[in-house]
């Protein structure tokens, strides 16, 4: 497994993309824009997955402030396959708060898995990992 990247919800995601770009000297590596979901995203990092993780912004549409505790995600790891590794982590008695199947709107497969504490922990399957 390897961390693929931290998401944060965002109220104003130009404000956001110019914080990271302009302020952390992050590059903007690409966004999504999924208009019948309601959000839109951006990755931003110092380098590209697998290189290094990076960032996720959802800004999910209409909504312009989070309280802090709100505004955390997830962690996501890739993993090579989704449905083998939530039965082995269910098998060692973790916690699968959403089967693997396909993201809404798109063919990448997800699961999420839920820590102790209540953390989301996403698992994207990639064909290889290195």
């Known amino acids: 497994m390897r961390i693929l990247h931290t998401m944060l919800r965002v109220g104003d995601l ?13 590059t903007l590596l690409r966004t999504t824009d999924r208009p019948e979901q309601k959000y839109s995203l951006a990755f931003l990092g110092y380098a590209a997955n697998p290189a290094q993780a990076e960032i996720e912004l959802t800004y999910n549409h209409g909504v312009t402030h989070y309280e802090l505790g709100t505004a955390f995600g997830h962690i996501a790891l890739g993993v090579t396959d989704v449905a083998a590794t939530c039965e082995r982590i269910r098998a060692a008695g973790g916690r699968i708060t959403r089967e693997a199947g396909p993201v809404a709107g798109g063919h990448t497969i997800i699961a999420f898995v839920e ?5 989301k922990i996403e698992l994207i399957q990639h064909g290889t990992l290195d």
């Open 14 to 26: 130009p404000r956001s993309i110019d914080f990271y770009t302009r302020v952390l000297g992050m």
């Open 115 to 119: 820590d102790p504490d209540g953390y």
